[in-house]
């Protein structure tokens, strides 16, 4: 008998497609084939199914024993039946005899389909594990032939793979008939058959890419030592040198920026910074803030904390940090370490703070207090400064440090129960305590000779 000459088609497409081999396909159908046999008539190891793969003809054979007495009729027939189909029948032999497939009926042609796609699935993962199976990690090449739910479907030859939603670029979109690159990230086995996870959000894509451009790092002379990136903004990669000839950015940037600009090309233009590698952490962290140029970086390694104080200059200060963070915090993941980015401007008043925070805790000394924490915020704790005296400046708008640290001595001079040193000595005291030099009203200038003094 033949069998279905669609399903031969069906083979052979499977054959080209899947890369299955059609000895493994013939295997499956007769598998599926017994399935079918032994669903519609009952029976154990007793059927035989021959295909040839030539012709399509397909036989099922069902070969049972001859008995007197029949028990189990889909192993067993008598000798009189048996007699009729062959003369010289005898009890105890066996005999064969044809079937036809269009009698299995519907329920035992559904089994076969189950089994017939059971074994193709099974073939299918063997044929995937053996492409694919070392190659988790690697850039793999596909052309899109779908869309579903947000996911792409990638055909990657002998087989599909799926680029979900959360592993493709932001805005990052692509037509049915594109090349692409991805990352194998990794191998599932579903109810429809083997499948294979691609990334193109993965760190280690950029690594891929660079290996693949850079000869210096697949022959082992450069080294990537650390690649963080925030897909379709920016990503940093960290290179290592082994010879001191070699200059790892250079060479990783390549003639006319070449070799970064084919990386850059297929991140669809996500900025890419090549860091080198250091084992000094100041150096390696000023390096890592790139483009940025850091003018002074000190750390304290707290063993649990590591933590950078990184300063730039004012006008580098917008880029150290990035468009919304991303250059300094892909700079701290790349370090290791948790990096605060002070201007220059910002450091200087920083400092004043700190030295202003020293001169209140002297001036608590001198006034007796046991406490140096930050009080003098009311002009009634200002040396000499009594409590009708803090009076007549409130009285005279001189209610604060500042306003007595800018007035002229001449005009706190004149005020009742304050003379030309009084005033002298208090405006230098709030001066000192602001941390304010420089302004002309100077006490050298000031007439001792003017009356008032107490």
């Known amino acids: 008998m033949m069998v279905n000459q669609e399903l031969l088609s069906v083979i052979d497409q499977l054959h080209r497609e899947k890369g299955i081999s059609q000895e493994t396909l013939i295997v499956a159908l007769e598998s599926a084939l017994l399935a079918a046999a032994r669903k519609r008539y009952g029976g154990g190891e007793n059927f035989q199914v021959e295909i040839n793969p030539r012709t399509g003809e397909v036989q099922v054979l069902q070969v049972r024993r001859i008995v007197d007495h029949v028990e189990v009729p889909s192993e067993e027939i008598s000798l009189d039946e048996a007699l009729s189909s062959d003369p010289s029948a005898e009890i105890g032999d066996e005999i064969g005899s044809y079937l036809e497939i269009e009698d299995f009926g519907r329920i035992a042609a559904q089994a076969a389909k189950q089994v017939m796609f059971q074994k193709v699935r099974e073939a299918e993962w063997d044929v995937v594990t053996k492409e694919f199976g070392g190659r988790q990690g690697d850039v793999v090449n596909g052309v899109v032939i779908g869309h579903e739910r947000k996911n792409y479907i990638v055909d990657l030859g002998k087989t599909e793979a799926i680029l979900p939603l959360r592993e493709q670029m932001p805005r990052e979109s692509f037509r049915r008939g594109d090349r692409i690159k991805a990352l194998l990230l990794d191998m599932r086995t579903t109810s429809r058959g083997p499948q294979l996870v691609l990334s193109r959000t993965h760190p280690d894509f950029v690594s891929r890419l660079f290996e693949k451009e850079v000869p210096e790092i697949s022959e082992g002379v450069l080294e990537i030592r650390n690649v963080v990136r925030e897909p379709g903004e920016r990503a940093k990669i960290a290179v290592y040198s082994r010879d001191p000839n070699v200059d790892p950015v250079g060479s990783c940037v390549g003639v006319k920026g070449v070799r970064v600009q084919a990386v850059v090309r297929e991140l669809h233009g996500e900025k890419v910074d090549i860091i080198e590698w250091s084992s000094d952490a100041p150096t390696f962290i000023a390096r890592a803030l790139s483009p940025a140029k850091a003018v002074r970086v000190s750390i304290r390694d707290m063993g649990a904390e590591k933590i950078a104080t990184v300063v730039v200059q004012d006008t580098q200060l917008s880029l150290a940090i990035g468009r919304r963070g991303h250059n300094v915090r892909l700079a701290a993941k790349l370090t290791g370490w948790k990096i ?82 009084t005033a002298a000595k208090l405006i230098q005291t709030a001066q000192d305590f602001l941390g304010i030099t420089g302004l002309s009203d100077a006490p050298a200038h000031v007439d001792p000779t003017v009356s008032g003094e107490p």
């Open 340 to 421: 605060d980015i002070f201007s220059e401007t910002q450091m200087q008043a920083e400092q004043g703070n700190d030295e202003r925070a020293g001169r209140v805790a002297s001036l608590s000394e001198t006034l007796g207090e046991a406490s140096t924490e930050p009080a003098l915020l009311k002009i009634e704790d200002l040396p000499g400064v009594g409590g009708n005296m803090a009076e007549i400046l409130k009285e005279a708008g001189f209610d604060s440090l500042e306003t007595i640290a800018h007035a002229s001595v001449e005009v706190i001079a004149a005020l009742p129960k304050f003379g030309p040193k």
